[in-house]
């Protein structure tokens, strides 16, 4: 029994060493491409390369100053942003006939009128933070399409439109193309913006 053992050993390694391994697999038949047709896009949004919706909030928040009018919520006012330095801004503006001065500082906001040809810190009118956060603060709302929609445009500016996803009311905003500053800015029925730099 043990000799068959060992004749069937033997058998195998010499039955094992005369096989030759196979030639390593190479692939010279090029892999079949998908000739399925490339997928064509519709309904896509025109999109601006001058004057964007990002870049007037970013003039917004950092313009060194402008002229402006405002109808605010049935107040109608004119005046003047003036931005020595982020934070550190300026707002003076006419309305119900007084003139009306916001510094912002290391105290907040501090509100003077005018008096005569100086100006004496002064409890401001209940719109006058509303005014100054318009002018100096780029507030950019939770939008319900998700950004800014370019809505039409000519040969100088931009306009975008969408819809504050918290209070439902459609923003306007148009862009100036050269410099990105923001032209006009409406806010439903109630509030728009006119900005002259």
Not at 14 to 19: G, K, Q, T
Not at 107 to 113: A, E, F, L, P, T
Not at 129 to 155: C, H, I
């Amino acid at each position: 029994m043990r000799r068959l053992l060992l004749i069937a050993f033997a058998l195998s390694v010499v039955s094992c060493s005369r096989e030759t391994p196979a030639p390593p697999v190479t692939n010279t038949t090029p892999t079949p491409q998908s000739t399925a047709p490339a997928p064509t896009i519709t309904n896509v949004a025109p999109v601006a390369d001058k004057g964007t919706y990002d870049e007037a909030m970013l003039w917004l928040k950092s313009a060194p100053g402008f002229r402006f009018t405002l109808k605010d919520h049935g107040v109608s006012l004119e005046g003047e942003m003036k931005r020595p330095r982020v934070g550190v801004e300026q707002v003076t503006f006419k309305a119900d006939g007084a003139e009306w001065r916001g510094e912002a500082g290391v105290r907040g906001v501090v509100w003077s009128k005018r008096n005569g040809s100086s100006w004496k810190e002064a409890t401001p009118p209940d719109y006058a933070g509303r005014v100054f956060q318009r002018v100096t603060f780029a507030f950019d709302p939770q939008k319900k399409e998700g950004s800014a929609q370019l809505a039409s445009s000519d040969a100088t500016s931009n306009l975008y439109r969408f819809t504050d996803a918290n209070t439902g009311l459609v923003h306007e905003v148009r862009v100036n193309k050269n410099d990105a500053h923001i032209e006009t800015l409406r806010i439903g029925d109630d509030v728009a913006l006119t900005v002259q730099p």
